[in-house]
């Protein structure tokens, strides 16, 4: 069955691509096809009230909400039931560490990495602090990228693991079920940083054993919101703070004041357009034999969108390659880290010029790849990058070959010494 990835038709349905710019910053935020921007004004414009069920306009708002939580269903494998919306990743994350550290006092413990984006690590440090819990670090290998053995942090008294699922600096991707399964066997909650991995593989929450995940539609071709994925049996457990009025129902009572609405239908329309990603997928829709037999059935979203985030990850692999060894080959450049299991994200420097140089000389050809620490502060500072951090360049299924080679061709002739 064919369902590679056609880049073209792709980059077609993106406007953003007629400016000539070769985007590599898709792991700080992906650029939006026309669909999506299309739902999100839709929505706006279609006569939109507060959720309920008298008036069209409140049907409509709470057919929003559903269909986004059904749509993210679907994309993470998980319980629509258990999906809760909030403004960003860190702001979900630092809501369930202030609910979930109601419980927590002195001799208790919670993990986190240096590998994480600081959202899954500072609100968990700070929740501990105040309520006397300790905190135990979970390093990892500043030459390879990867992360230690949690058996030398994790101990009975363990509440929380708070991993990431793929590292938004140097692309790593931990074993997260190994970690998830020794945590439960000590009977703390794993928290899982599912931001970096979403764009790039299909997730499967359950598999994952992620107690909670959190991700970023954004990333992933949608509007700037947060999303967090639980079961609602274990959601129905937690008491978060609350207005009074809001409903206590789940998930609606993690959820603070009125959600977006727009964005929630540019989020599904996100995920559509990922359950579209590859080609032929469509076809097994239509094409019946001919022999009178009824055509197969449209495959359903779940299904779609595994094929199509298994078609995206062979084809930025591909690109990967390139890139790596494209930049490998250049002389001053140096790669950092070199896990085994990695997003299609590079981290790198050039000698002789500081990460800032590089990234501006960069966006004066048109490639978009800035240079920081992306806010994984302690990765960086293990990495041994400080807070200057590096370069880093992200495959997304908009990238292609020739913007792989003009970022090449950039870093090779204008920025290596003479
Ligand atoms: C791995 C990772 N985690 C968390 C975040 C924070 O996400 P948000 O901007 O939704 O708070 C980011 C954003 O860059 C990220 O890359």
């Not at 602090?129 to 053995?149: H, I, N, S, Y």
């Not at 764009?199 to 995940?213: I, K, R, S, T």
């Not at 034999?289 to 985030?309: C, F, K, N, Q, Y």
Request: glycine share 10%; aromatic share 6%.
């Amino acid at each position: 069955m064919a369902t590679n990835l056609d880049p073209a038709r792709i980059r077609a349905a993106f406007p953003a691509l007629d400016l000539g710019v070769a985007y590599f910053d898709g792991p700080g935020g992906s650029q939006v096809p026309s669909p999506v921007a299309e739902a999100v004004a839709g929505a706006l414009t279609a006569g939109l009230s507060n959720r309920g069920t008298v008036t069209d306009a409140e049907r409509r708002a709470d057919e929003v909400v559903a269909g986004a939580r059904a749509a993210v269903g679907d994309l993470l494998g998980a319980d629509p039931r258990g999906v809760v919306f909030g403004r960003s990743m860190t702001q979900l994350t630092f809501d369930f560490a202030r609910t979930l550290s109601r419980s927590w006092g002195p001799g208790d413990e919670v993990v986190v990495t240096r590998l994480d984006h600081d959202a899954n690590i500072r609100p968990w440090v700070l929740a501990a602090e105040r309520t006397g819990a300790t905190v135990r670090w979970l390093d990892f290998d500043p030459e390879t990228a990867e992360l230690d053995d949690l058996e030398t942090v994790l101990t009975t008294r363990t509440r929380l693991v708070a991993v990431t699922a793929a590292s938004n600096l140097l692309g790593t991707r931990p074993d997260v079920r190994a970690i998830a399964d020794s945590a439960h066997e000590v009977d703390a909650l794993v928290y899982v940083d599912g931001v970096h991995l979403a764009p790039h593989a299909p997730v499967d929450v359950a598999a994952l054993g992620a107690d909670f995940l959190g991700c970023s539609p954004y990333k992933f071709f949608g509007p700037h919101l947060g999303v967090l994925a639980a079961s609602p049996s274990l959601l129905e457990r937690l008491t978060p703070d609350k207005l009074l009025p809001s409903t206590d129902a789940v998930p609606e009572r993690f959820e603070l004041g009125t959600l977006p609405y727009e964005l929630l239908a540019g989020l599904t329309a996100a995920v559509d357009f990922i359950a579209g990603l590859a080609s032929g997928l469509d076809k097994l829709d239509h094409r019946g034999p001919d022999d009178g037999t009824p055509a197969h059935p449209a495959p359903d979203r779940r299904t779609r969108v595994l094929e199509s985030m298994a078609a995206v990850e062979e084809y930025e692999a591909g690109l990967f390659d390139r890139l790596l060894d494209g930049l490998g080959a250049i002389d001053g450049v140096t790669l950092h880290g070199r896990p085994a299991r990695r997003t299609p994200t590079v981290l790198f420097s050039v000698a002789g010029h500081t990460g800032r140089e590089v990234y501006e000389q960069l966006a004066r050809v048109g490639v978009n790849a800035p240079a920081s620490h992306f806010y994984a502060i302690e990765a960086s500072r293990r990495a041994g990058l400080g807070d200057e951090g590096a370069v880093r360049a992200g495959i997304a299924p908009y990238t292609t070959a020739e913007d792989v080679d003009r970022l090449l061709r950039a870093v090779s002739q204008k920025l290596t010494p003479a």
